[in-house]
């Protein structure tokens, strides 16, 4: 729960499944307003309708997939339209796929720097003038513990996630004095379809089952931190000492973590 949110607007891209779904009932039990975007619009009706009639709270959806920037330019110029004010954005939506370098295609790594990268700086784009005219506002990137701390098999997913933190490193130092807040979430691996396309070998959910995060707690701390000046959100704890070392010892963690890192 977070009382800050009561009766504001929140928008969240890739919100018709994992932590994006989950993040929805969270801000609407914290009695907020939901606008909820993502490709599935038939899933987006079930949990909208699903929000509505449980916590007696809008819940507005919109088809969008952030590849495609007209159709985000076409979706947020709606929503600007048709609200005066927006208080959170979160970039949500993004997706990974674990293999070498060597045999990721072309097209793969311009769909994963398109959604996972230029997607979510369009979103923000279209809200970052309106919260800064109001003075207020939240951005929250989803990022990633993989754009701390880069291993095998992810090389296009790390770099996309490194390009999220740069950017969202940069950002919040472009607003810090304008009231509008920039906040960074690291996790490590959750309990979600993300890894349905991510790692169709199975390999690497086998791997770290016992230690991935479920869905409802990353969510539940995300929006516990909405509207605050949160900096970063990263977990687990023992995954973001270990990006630590790495950046400190880079050399050393790599000999000694190899092992671990090739677990993909």
């Known amino acids: 729960m977070n009382p800050n949110l009561k009766d504001r607007l929140v928008i969240i891209t890739g919100a018709s499944s994992g932590i994006g779904e989950k993040m929805a009932y969270e801000v609407a039990k914290s009695g907020g307003h939901l606008i909820l975007l993502a490709r599935r619009k038939a899933r987006l009706a079930e949990i909208a309708k699903a929000i509505e009639e449980r916590y007696n ?62 997607g979510m700086m369009a979103c923000t784009k279209y809200v970052l003038q309106k919260m800064l005219n109001q003075q207020s506002g939240h951005i929250i990137n989803i990022a990633s513990q993989a754009g701390k701390m880069a291993t095998p098999k992810s090389s296009l997913y790390a770099a996309t996630k490194h390009a999220v933190l740069g950017f969202t490193n940069s950002l919040r130092l472009e607003v810090a004095d304008r009231s509008v807040f920039v906040t960074a979430v ?38 516990r931190i909405m509207l605050t000046n949160k900096r970063e959100l990263n977990f687990p704890w023992w995954m973001e000492t270990g990006s630590i070392v790495y950046r400190i010892m880079p050399n050393v963690f790599e000999r000694l973590a190899k092992k671990a890192f090739h677990k993909k």
């Open 57 to 118: 709270v809008r819940c507005h959806y919109y088809e969008l997939d952030v590849r495609h920037l007209g159709n985000v330019e076409q979706t947020f110029q709606h929503i600007l339209n048709e609200h005066d004010r927006i208080d959170v954005l979160v970039n949500n939506a993004g997706f990974g796929l674990f293999r070498s370098f060597e045999e990721a295609s072309l097209d793969e790594m311009e769909a994963m720097f398109e959604v996972n990268v230029y």
């Open 186 to 223: 690291n996790p490590g691996p959750i309990q979600t379809e993300f890894f349905d396309v991510a790692d169709t070998s199975g390999q690497y959910v086998q791997n770290v089952q016992k230690w991935m995060l479920r869905a409802e707690d990353v969510a539940e701390k995300v929006v």
